[in-house]
């Protein structure tokens, strides 16, 4: 069975810092995996994807992620974070045509 | 292009009742997903439909059920409530549908179950 991993349920950053949110997944084979972001009142929103090819995927917002597969990982990164990227990060892992979601991780950033 | 409409925003029950909710997607997209968001459980795969017809299905029971129209709404009905069923319902819709479609999700309804 697929299954996702946020090790992190809360992040506190400063804004202008350096971000990475860690997703771990479990799936049999080459996985799809998503990261979305979830303001308060929201729905999810699409930040990056990864099907296959390049490993490092550009997303919206300035948001990058990396899949290395000998870890089972697919982190997501920004080298900057602004105060309104504060929200719920969620990890998802796809393949099957159930997605899985991780737990999410808040990202508090601070002035 | 109008985004994936949810209505109501919110509604409250009480136990025993039954509940229908309704997505709007975008027009075009022909498949629609619902996902229910528990603090507890987290973001959970409700079902997905395709041109009227239910393409997956998750793990509830079958008080969840849903329905796709025509014109691609669709509207998801629970009943005999239960307080756990208490969540944010979500709905997400794509044109060509799961498992790799970008999803557009909706603002979802905040369903309160006393």
């Known amino acids: 069975a697929q299954s996702v991993t946020q090790p992190d349920i809360h992040i506190t950053v400063s804004e202008g810092a350096s971000l990475e949110l860690r997703c771990n997944y479990s799936y049999g084979a080459t996985p799809y995996l998503f990261w979305y972001v979830q303001s308060p009142g929201q729905g999810l929103q699409l930040l990056l994807k990864y099907f296959s090819g390049d490993t490092l995927v550009q997303g919206i917002k300035g948001f990058e992620a990396e899949f290395k597969r000998s870890q089972s990982s697919f982190n997501l990164r920004k080298p900057s974070v602004h105060w309104s990227d504060a929200a719920e990060y969620f990890c998802a892992v796809g393949g099957s045509y159930i997605p899985t979601f991780g737990r999410g991780t808040s990202l508090i950033v601070h002035p | 292009k109008a985004g994936v409409t949810q209505t109501p925003r919110y509604l409250i029950k009480t136990r025993g009742q039954q509940v229908t909710l309704s997505c709007s997607p975008i027009?075009?997209?022909?498949?629609v997903s619902w996902y229910q968001q528990t603090p507890g459980q987290g973001l959970q795969f409700l079902f997905e439909y395709f041109s009227e017809t239910q393409r997956n299905k998750g793990n509830f029971p079958g008080r969840f059920s849903g329905r796709q129209f025509s014109n691609s709404r669709s509207e998801m009905n629970v009943s005999t409530l239960e307080l756990g069923d208490s969540a944010l319902y979500l709905c997400?819709?794509?044109?060509?549908?799961?498992?790799?479609?970008?999803?557009?999700f909706g603002p979802g309804t905040r369903l309160t179950v006393l």
């Open positions: 997400a819709s794509s044109y060509w549908g799961l498992p790799d479609n970008e999803q557009f």
């Open positions: 027009s075009g997209h022909r498949s």
